[in-house]
């Protein structure tokens, strides 16, 4: 049973940082598509960034050059490190995985979700 959970969102300034996680069980993250979302009220869920094996990386053009994508295959942890976040980066985010062979910043891209984790950036 593939579960993914979460954690790590808080509450931030504008200009700071936080990172994400989020541990999974039932399948091995370096071998299927992992990516992180994020839905803010009101809007539709956009992907943020994903990861597929052979470090093959897709970043929305919002997020690219501040935040960072990476996973522990140790740990069978996804990570996102958020820097230079902006108050139009509040939302909850979420983890999500699917087939390798799919890999994209599309909803449908992905069979599998966690709960969210919220951001929230004040200015």
């Known amino acids: 049973q593939v579960r993914l959970v979460e954690s790590g969102g808080g509450s931030a300034q504008s200009g700071g940082s936080l990172r994400l996680s989020c541990a999974a069980s039932?399948?091995?993250?370096?071998?299927?598509?992992m990516g992180w979302f994020r839905q803010a009220p009101g809007k539709e869920r956009e992907g943020v960034a994903s990861m597929r094996s052979g470090g093959i990386i897709i970043y929305a053009d919002s997020v690219k050059g501040r935040f960072t994508i990476s996973l522990d295959n140790a740990k069978n942890t996804l990570y996102l490190q958020m820097n230079s976040l902006k108050p139009e980066d509040t939302a909850m985010y979420y983890c999500?995985?699917?087939?390798?062979?799919?890999?994209?910043?599309?909803?449908?891209?992905?069979?599998?979700w966690g709960q969210g984790t919220q951001v929230t950036v004040s200015s």
């Open positions: 999500a995985t699917g087939p390798e062979w799919y890999c994209s910043l599309r909803r449908d891209s992905y069979n599998y």
């Open positions: 039932g399948l091995i993250v370096s071998s299927n598509c």
